[in-house]
């Protein structure tokens, strides 16, 4: 198992979470390094909505089963939308994640800040299709906005993750996501296919 320590030491850690899929081994790696994590589900930019209730159900099933705790934040596509009008038409890894990020790293450290957590992490920067680049940059303005805050800039891609994520895959039986959550990341899939 891959050895990690927080940023500032600190065993309690708010980690936003995009699905479980990309947060079991993450979450299984911190409780093994003596690390608790809270679970932040802030997925504004998931589409349609029955989408974003699959993949939340799917990890509160699995935070619920270790016993950590879960934290939905609302819902607000249409805040979402708004903030990324005229990006719709980037490629990934582009402006539009960028913002994306931002906004709900923003949210996440705001909800660390306003409930006692001095470190933040993202399990977005466990997936191969993102810019770690990007994740981090946006970790570090959300954290700049809210003081006592720190983003740690963790690369969950590393020591094995990925292949435990994918045995956790198989024994849970997770939904497994084909498209990132928002509707201008379906448009190339759907072309492909076509």
């Given at each position: 198992m891959l050895k990690i320590q927080t940023p500032n030491g600190d065993n309690r850690v708010l980690l936003h979470s995009c699905?479980?899929?990309?947060?079991?081994?993450?979450?299984?790696?911190?409780l093994e390094n003596g690390i608790r994590?809270?679970?932040f589900?802030?997925?504004?930019?998931?589409y349609p909505q029955e989408e974003?209730?699959?993949r939340k159900n799917e990890a509160i099933r699995f935070v619920t089963s270790l016993n950590l705790d879960f934290i939905d934040a609302d819902y607000d596509?249409?805040?979402w939308l708004h903030t990324m009008q005229g990006l719709e038409n980037e490629p990934?890894?582009?402006?539009?994640?960028?913002?994306?990020?931002?906004?709900?790293?923003?949210?996440?450290a705001r909800y660390a800040s306003e409930h006692g957590f001095s470190v933040f992490t993202t399990t977005l920067a466990s997936s191969r299709w993102k810019s770690l680049e990007q994740i981090f940059e946006a970790g570090r303005r959300a954290a700049a906005r809210y003081p006592g805050t720190v983003f740690w800039e963790q690369n969950w891609r590393k020591g094995g993750l990925?292949?435990?994520?994918?045995q956790l895959l198989k024994e849970?039986?997770?939904?497994?996501?084909q498209y990132c959550g928002c509707e201008f990341s379906i448009r190339p899939a759907e072309t492909k296919t076509e």
């Open positions: 699905c479980a899929p990309c947060s079991s081994a993450i979450i299984e790696c911190m994590p809270t679970v589900y802030c997925n504004p930019n998931i974003y209730e699959i596509h249409a805040h990934e890894r582009g402006g539009r994640c960028l913002k994306c990020f931002t906004l709900r790293l923003t949210e996440t990925q292949d435990r994520r994918n849970y039986d997770f939904y497994n996501q």
